[in-house]
């Protein structure tokens, strides 16, 4: 077995404005499938093609914006060696107990540099994708709205990316993939780091508002379904920020948008696997432009101020 430590995003906890209102738009539009509901309010999602039972959590809150984001590791003693790690680099961690959340074990809850609050858990009860694991069939019938593949990473913004970037390199095992560098030459603004063979799992990018989500990603199958979703998008009058497009960076192809709650989100698409005796990729801050947004080289300036 080559993977271990961190796998992948496993889920997140986003507040919502109105609880009705997202379940309506991450059920039929966005097309995730609704797996629980618990005793405090909040509904479960899982994209048709995970196995896992979810992947998002939605909670009703007077703000927007994200309250965890958790990775999954690979076994319980991956999670205590990964508690053990943390503590001895100076990171205080806390224990939330199994069954906390629906149908997820134990969590290891900590605060990383940039403010976000971030999770590893070893545990989620498998539900499957409904193909089987005997002879399983390839598609699944009756999928609504744009019905992406599975989470796919986060991008967030803080001020102390230096610390978050070596808490996740030296701690969590990630690679760094990309980086846009500071007209000094030597200051990351950005980087896109990965513990898998994707392109990247999670971004930073150097912000003074700490604690802030810039979007969450979701995994389409094809540049035909970034376009269909598109056509989406526009039929179920879902607010567009920018695209279909594709990035410099990870080469992916893309639609960011928001939910009704102000919350950014992306249908991404593609970008390349990355090994870790790879080296990173890295833009000047005077291509910025052309490293997220390919074709037209600028960016706009709503995708650079708006997060939640
Ligand atoms: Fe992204």
Redesign the pocket.
Known sequence: MAMTGVLRPGHTQLRVLDLEESVNFYKNVMGLVETGRDKSGRVYFKCHDERDHNSLVLREADRAGMDHYAFKVLNRETLQRLDSDLRAYGIHTERIPAGEMLETGERIQFEAPTGHIFELYADKTEVGDGLGYLNPDVIIEDRKGISPLRLD?W?IHGGDLDGSRDLFVNVLGFSVVERIVAKDGKTDLAVWLSCSIKAHDI?FVRDERDNTLH?A?YLLESWDHVLRTADLMSKKRVSIDIGPLRHGITRGTTIYAFDPSGNRF?T?CGGYNFYPDMKPYVWTEEEMGAAVFYHTRTLNERFLTVVT
């Open positions: 990473h991008q971004a979007h990603a992306e991404f």
